[in-house]
């Protein structure tokens, strides 16, 4: 008897502190480093993982390099083994806190926040500071949606000098996902 209690209050206490973290496996990564008057570049990546743990306000977001989708094979064949080098350098991850975060105070209506930390991408990490929009939804999920530039230098990201004037320098980059 004695053992069945305790197992119960373990399952509950555990219960309890599963609902703190909200999860996504199906975070949507976009990022856009076109010039006008050349061919679009830009990607998009709907495998993206978040995760946001909501007492400690921790947000940490991977998503995979191969898993960027191009409307030009030659294109992402060229982002996977020349710019990015994605046998090398897999993944790209952002680990940081959500300033002034409480999830008592998130509502259905969209609230900014300031997000802080490390942006860790083609084997360098930086510092960076973005601005995310933070909503309940239906079920008791959350969504996120942020959008932020990267600047390819920060990164050591080579654009060969023949394609230098078609790829922007600075990626815009979006990123949206429903955790629960």
């Known amino acids: 008897m004695k053992k069945t209690t305790l197992f119960i209050l373990l399952f509950t206490a555990f219960s309890i502190l599963a609902q703190d973290k909200f999860k996504t496996s199906s975070a949507v990564v976009n990022f856009q ?16 993982t978040i995760v946001l ?16 989708q191009f409307k030009m094979d030659l294109m992402e064949e060229h982002f996977n083994e020349n710019y990015i080098e994605s046998h090398r350098y897999p993944k790209a991850v952002f680990k940081g806190k959500i300033q002034n975060f409480d999830l008592k105070e998130v509502t259905e209506n969209e609230k900014e926040y300031d997000v802080v930390g490390k942006l860790y991408l083609h084997g360098k990490s930086k510092v960076i500071a973005v601005k995310a929009f933070i909503k309940k939804v239906p079920e008791g999920g959350l969504q996120i949606i942020s959008n ?6 920060d990164f050591n990201i080579k654009i060969p000098y023949i394609v ?4 922007s320098k600075t990626v815009q980059t979006d990123l949206s996902g429903i955790m629960k």
Do not use: H, M, Y
């Not at 480093?33 to 993206?48: C, I, Q, T």
């Not at 230098?164 to 790829?167: G, M, Q, V």
């Open 148 to 153: 932020f530039p990267i600047s390819v230098s």
């Open 33 to 48: 480093a076109s010039v006008p008057f050349f061919e679009e570049v830009k990607a998009v990546n709907k495998l993206g």
């Open 53 to 68: 743990e909501s007492q400690t306000s921790s947000l940490v977001c991977t998503v995979v390099i191969r898993d960027f």
């Open 164 to 167: 230098a004037n078609k790829i």
